[in-house]
Nanobody
Framework: QVQLVESGGGLVQPGGSLRLSCAAS????????MAWYRQAPGKQRELVAS???????NHKDSVKGRFTISRDNAKNTVYLQMNSLKPEDTAVYYC???????????????WGQGTQVTVSS
């Protein structure tokens, strides 16, 4: 059984910072790409940032220069450092991992339960 558990969400004032963490646990053989998505009320889920196992990153244009994704492969954990937060960053943030549970098996997407980030004064 594989689990992705997120932490670090909360309420913050505009201009503030938060750091999200997501730890993958269970019977994991290998993790390829890890990513953060978000979904605001009434909107579709969107990709915020992703990182490969080799550390290559990609960030959504609207968060470039403010958010930074990173990962610790030894801990199967991905992070999202969010600075200069804006009200439009308010959303439920979801962790995603593309992983396989056994050598030779296909990689499958797994999701965390989501963590609420609210940016408001």
């Amino acid at each position: 059984q594989v689990q992705l558990v997120e932490s670090g969400g909360g309420l913050v004032q505009p201009g503030g910072s938060l750091r999200l963490s997501c730890a993958a646990s269970g019977s994991i053989f290998s993790i390829n790409t890890m990513a953060w998505y978000r979904q605001a009320p009434g909107k579709q889920r969107e990709l915020v940032a992703s990182i490969t196992r080799y550390g290559n990153t990609n960030h959504k244009d609207s968060v470039k220069g403010r958010f930074t994704i990173s990962r610790d492969n030894a801990k199967n954990t991905v992070y999202l450092q969010m600075n200069s937060l804006k009200p439009e960053d308010t959303a439920v943030y979801y962790c995603n991992a593309e992983l396989t549970v056994r050598a030779g098996y296909v990689y499958t997407d797994y999701w965390g339960q989501g963590t609420q980030v609210t940016v408001s004064s």
